[in-house]
């Protein structure tokens, strides 16, 4: 059932909003408001609620502005087909998402389409992200094509709750949220969409992330874990790479940043992130400067990691041909250095 609350739009909208709603009553009040609080305006804001069973729906018709379009699933079918309706529904050239337990910045869709419009070969545009609630954290995501690209072989580079898309292309392309990945739906949607198109990041923070334990990401953990190796094995198979189950546990360890402590683990570490860059210029198929510079994070988010190793960890990191083309700000250095030493007087102690 598709209503509108309010008065019909009198002109096409620029972008739509689409907002999945499940029993999302908690928040959903202070979501809906930061998109109605937007300085751009022409919107239209569609929410589609999945057969919630608590106060969602009564909260959703207490809004009276024309730009909410209300459509009613009546029965749970879940969030990649609720998704997939409301790209075919969106009447807006542009398909901003939202989730009802977020907030978003009050600028953040007239940045968004205003950097749309301007590159018309963008098919995805994201931004930074602030969490709040249960944890606190930034995450400032690259911004170009290149490098966004390069680290989706690692993890996800864009924040779903804050993409831009634009419509005719995922409608064209037939790019749509694959049920078979659930639980790392965006992750998967993104390294499909094809390379004669851009994926982008605005240099901002225009969406707080709020974190809680209802999350579904909270909730299903090892299914996530599941799904997201799954589509990083594909991207390395793309590449070109030999994987056996040992190197693929090696680089899901290294894209979690949750290396096993030992100098063995560092040196393997090592020897596949430059194996990667060696395969990748015999394919082309990522930007070499790109991938070098992502390779590097990675590199030192592992060492840094690793820590517990005392200066083996500060050893391993700066004995490896990736650091010599790496250059690490002082604050990071004397923060790596310090946490190994701590790790070694740890050691001396118990000992």
Not at 6 to 18: A, H, I, N, S, W
């Amino acid at each position: 059932m598709d209503t509108n609350v309010g008065f019909v739009m009198d002109k096409q909208p620029v972008t739509t909003v689409l907002m999945p709603v499940f029993n999302g009553s908690q928040y959903l009040r202070d979501a809906m408001a930061s998109i109605l609080s937007q300085t751009f305006t022409r919107f239209e804001f569609l929410i589609i609620d999945d057969g919630s069973s608590d106060d969602s729906v009564t909260i959703i018709k207490s809004f009276s502005d024309p730009r909410i379009r209300l459509v009613m699933n009546g029965t749970n079918l879940g969030l990649i087909e609720t998704l997939n309706k409301g790209l075919l529904l969106a009447r807006g050239r542009y398909v901003a998402r939202m989730d009802c337990d977020d907030i978003s910045h009050s600028e953040r869709l007239a940045l968004q389409v205003s950097y749309m419009d301007k590159h018309d070969n963008v098919a995805v545009c994201g931004c930074w992200i602030k969490a709040f609630g249960s944890q606190r954290f930034v995450n400032r995501y690259p911004l170009t094509d290149d490098l966004i690209r390069a680290q989706l072989l690692f993890e996800n580079a864009l924040a779903h709750p804050s993409v831009m898309m634009r419509r005719d292309v995922f409608l064209a392309e037939r790019l749509f949220y694959d049920a078979g990945t659930m639980r790392a739906e965006d992750y998967d949607l993104w390294t499909r969409v094809p390379t004669s198109f851009k994926l982008a990041n605005l240099n901002r923070i225009l969406l707080y992330y709020r974190q809680h334990q209802q999350q579904v990401s909270a909730a299903f953990l090892s299914e996530q874990s599941d799904i997201t190796r799954t589509i990083r094995r594909k991207q390395l198979e793309g590449l070109g790479m030999e994987l056996t189950s040992e190197t693929l546990d090696l680089h899901v360890k290294i894209s979690q940043k949750k290396p096993e402590i030992s100098t063995a683990f560092l040196g393997n570490a090592a020897t596949w992130l430059l194996a990667l860059q060696e395969k990748n210029s015999q394919t082309n198929i990522y930007d070499g400067m790109a991938l070098a510079e992502i390779v590097k994070r990675y590199w030192w988010e592992t060492c840094f990691h690793a820590t517990e190793l005392g200066f083996g960890a500060w050893k391993s990191y700066f004995s490896s041909l990736i650091s010599r083309q790496a250059r690490i700000g002082t604050v990071c250095q004397t923060l790596f250095l310090l946490k190994c030493l701590l790790r070694k007087h740890s050691n001396s102690q118990a000992t």
